[in-house]
Nanobody
Framework: QVQLVESGGGLVQPGGSLRLSCAAS????????MGWYRQAPGKKRELVAT???????QYADSVKGRFIISRDNAKNTMYLQMNSLKPEDTTVYYCNARYSYGIGWSTAWGQGTQVTVSS
C-alpha cells in the first residue's frame, strides 16, 4: 500500500556532504515513525537515525553530530543531511517507515540508495 523511494546518493569526497530523500506514496495511509538504515557487506542492517511524527530524533553514535534527519509531513518525505562524510559511511542506505491504514499498520522499506565516500 505504501511505496518508498530513496534518492540523493552518490559519490563524494571525505568531508563532503550529501542529502538523501525518501518519498512515500500510496493511498489511505498515515506515516508514523520513519528512519534511515544502512547495511555494509557482511553486516546486519543497522539503524542510522529515526524521526517521529512529532519531529523527535535519535541517532546512532557513529553519526551523531554529522547527520541530521528531518521530515516534511505535508510532502510525505524524509531527509538525511549527511555532513563530514567518512569512507566508513560508504554503503547502501535504506528508508523505512511505519504507517497506519484503514485496518491496521505495517512497515515499508525502500530499495536503497548507494553512498560512496572516497578520494
Amino acid at each position: 500500500q505504501v511505496q518508498l523511494v530513496e534518492s540523493g546518493g552518490g559519490l563524494v569526497q571525505p568531508g563532503g556532504s550529501l542529502r538523501l530523500s525518501c518519498a512515500a506514496s500510496g493511498t489511505g495511509f498515515s506515516i508514523m515513525d520513519m528512519g534511515w538504515y544502512r547495511q555494509a557487506p557482511g553486516k546486519k542492517r543497522e539503524l542510522v537515525a529515526t524521526v517521529t511524527m512529532g519531529g523527535g530524533t535519535q541517532y546512532a553514535d557513529s553519526v551523531k553530530g554529522r547527520f541530521i534527519i528531518s521530515r516534511d509531513n505535508a510532502k510525505n518525505t524524509m531527509y538525511l543531511q549527511m555532513n563530514s562524510l567518512k569512507p566508513e559511511d560508504t554503503t547502501v542506505y535504506y528508508c523505512n517507515a511505519r504507517y497506519s491504514y484503514g485496518i491496521g499498520w505495517s512497515t515499508a522499506w525502500g530499495q536503497g540508495t548507494q553512498v560512496t565516500v572516497s578520494s
